[in-house]
């Protein structure tokens, strides 16, 4: 499985960007997909994630302003960032979790820069 993201860029505090991550190849079908980020300096954390049937999660500082969504036909995964603040600056990076019991199987994308300016 490989994972592509694309919609990162530089955006103004207050604004809104929409990433997308695309899986290739096939996905085991109990699985969780989402986004982590990376600031300088800090460690990467949960943004959101969303398992195959549909159940979300959010970091507590993305809480209300973001929204993770999924379309299982195309693999494909989103994150909808609005009200935007200069913290929501980092690499953020997709991930797929295949929930091969007992096994986690995890592939990570390559990351997509988000530049909020204030």
């Known amino acids: 499985v490989q994972l592509q993201a694309s919609g990162g860029g530089l955006v103004q505090a207050g604004g809104s960007l929409s990433l997308s991550c695309a899986a290739s190849?096939?996905?085991?079908?109990?699985?969780?997909m989402g986004w982590y980020r990376q600031a300088p300096g800090k460690q990467r954390e949960l943004v959101a994630s969303i398992t195959n049937g549909g159940a979300t999660s959010y970091g507590v500082s993305v809480k209300g302003r973001f929204t993770i969504s999924r379309d299982n036909a195309k693999n494909t995964v989103y994150l909808q960032m609005n009200s935007l603040k200069a913290d929501d600056t980092a690499v953020y990076y997709c991930?797929?979790?295949?929930?091969?019991?007992?096994?986690?199987?995890?592939?990570w994308g390559q990351g997509t820069l988000v530049t909020v300016s204030s």
């Open positions: 190849g096939s996905i085991f079908k109990f699985n969780i």
């Open positions: 991930n797929v979790k295949e929930q091969r019991l007992p096994n986690l199987v995890e592939y």
